[in-house]
């Protein structure tokens, strides 16, 4: 089955970016990256992983929850097997660390979403 490996996080002054990859790889006949939506989820010290954005199959449709909508940008490169993270203007609400997942609806329930990776450390600190 497909699996996904996080990678791209570290530390970061308040204001700066970070861009994360989410990199799929395994052997599997019968599906393909651009067949599941995936999801970025994050886990903030003290609270619950929380989804904070999607990306449909294709690319086509982008949908960001209010906190970190104009600042975060979410794309993908099938023929590259990669989902692209890119984090703007980083506060240290950001903390935390970063997962992504596969699912088939991006807002549908999060125990739909499999193939999580280690996730990725993100630690935004002056």
């Known amino acids: 089955q497909l699996q996904l490996a996080e990678s791209g996080g570290g530390l970061v002054q308040p204001g700066g970016s970070l861009r994360l990859s989410c990199v799929a790889s395994?052997?599997?006949?019968?599906?393909?990256?651009?067949?599941?939506?995936i999801a970025w989820f994050r886990q903030v010290p003290g609270k619950e992983r929380q989804r904070i954005l999607c990306?449909?199959?294709?690319?086509?449709?982008?949908t960001y929850i209010e906190a970190v909508k104009g600042r975060f940008t979410v794309s993908r490169d099938n023929a590259k097997n990669t989902v692209y993270l890119e984090m703007n203007s980083l506060r240290i609400g950001d903390t935390g660390i970063y997962y992504c997942?596969?699912?088939?609806?991006?807002?549908?329930?999060?125990?739909?979403?499999?193939?999580w990776g280690q996730g990725t450390q993100v630690t935004v600190s002056s």
């Open positions: 395994g052997r599997t006949l019968d599906v393909t990256l651009d067949d599941y939506d």
């Open positions: 997942a596969k699912g088939p609806q991006c807002w549908g329930p999060s125990s739909d979403f499999d193939s």
């Open positions: 990306i449909t199959s294709r690319g086509r449709t982008t």
